[in-house]
């Protein structure tokens, strides 16, 4: 395997939608309010916020590595037990470590960038809130993610701090509409850690990792996967009506028949782990649907 290939499979770059759905979401909006758009700032925030992936992603695999976690995880698959590529001797963990801080150092260049071309330091006080979401992920004994709050800060840095904070580079300013419309997505990017950690469950238990998933038990913690996947639906349709989204944002209701599908994997093979695949799958396409609906969307709406 050439060092292109590895650190592909390091970063895990199939899964950088999501990162890039709610910055696609968030210019959109910004576009639907202004009627403007501006490309180059669109690239360097995305590109910034891929850096900033990309370095979460390489800083939980370290750390769960030193934790032991995905190291005696036997029920690893496609989404979830991480990239598995310190486990096969890909990269070492040393290796792994520090091309976090290469990613990390790239989205800082982004930040300050769009920090010369925004009013304030917005934009690096929002960096700074990133990096602290993506490194005590997993960091450190007080890391989110063994702490009952990894939830919280996968919503907050997945949903809403990059939808904020893309409307904040296109338009200069925040908003209250950009804040309610980023929980959809921040949902069900939640919800795709969070069906994740039904596999996990065996291996974070005995790291004593303490997850929702973990804290509550598989069977009890199946409710807040429908919260999150089914809520969605419910926070666009109240943005809608009570923060002045567009309507044409709910174009992202045609998303519900895979969430419903996935939903009845869901509720059958929770307990599994290969059965499992295709809801977690299905949980990916909900969030990238609902999404690049609610985008395009927004940018009809700016249209018509």
Known sequence: ???????????????????AIPIIFGSALAYHVTGTFNWDLFFITLIGGLA??????????????????DDINP???????????IQNKILTARAVLTGAFVCW???LAAGVYLTMRTPGYWVLLLAAAGFVGGFFYTATKYAFSYNRIGELAILINFGILPVMGSYFVQTGHFSWLS????????????????INQFPDYEADRAVDKKHLVVTFGRKSARGG?????????????????????????LVA???????????????????KIKELIPAQAGTIQVHF???????????????L
């Open 75 to 85: 029920n690893f698959g496609p989404f979830s037990g991480g990239s598995r590529i």
């Open 289 to 303: 649907l609902t999404g690049i609906l609610m985008a395009a969307g927004c940018v009809a709406g700016a249209l």
């Open 225 to 249: 996967y429908y919260f999150l996947l089914f809520g969605n639906y419910a926070i666009l349709i109240l943005a809608v009506v009570f923060a002045k989204l567009t309507p044409f944002a």
């Open 105 to 107: 150092a790239l989205a």
């Open 1 to 19: 395997m050439n060092a292109v290939k590895k650190w592909i499979l390091a970063v895990r770059a199939p899964f950088f939608t999501g990162i």
């Open 52 to 69: 900033a992936h990309a370095a979460a992603n390489l800083a939980n695999d370290y750390f769960d590595h030193k934790t032991t976690d």
């Open 179 to 194: 804040f309610w419309s980023a929980f959809p997505i921040g949902f069900l990017i939640t919800a795709i850690l969070y």
């Open 253 to 271: 209701l045609l998303s519900l028949p895979i969430a419903l599908k996935t939903a009845r994997i869901f509720s059958r093979q929770y307990d």
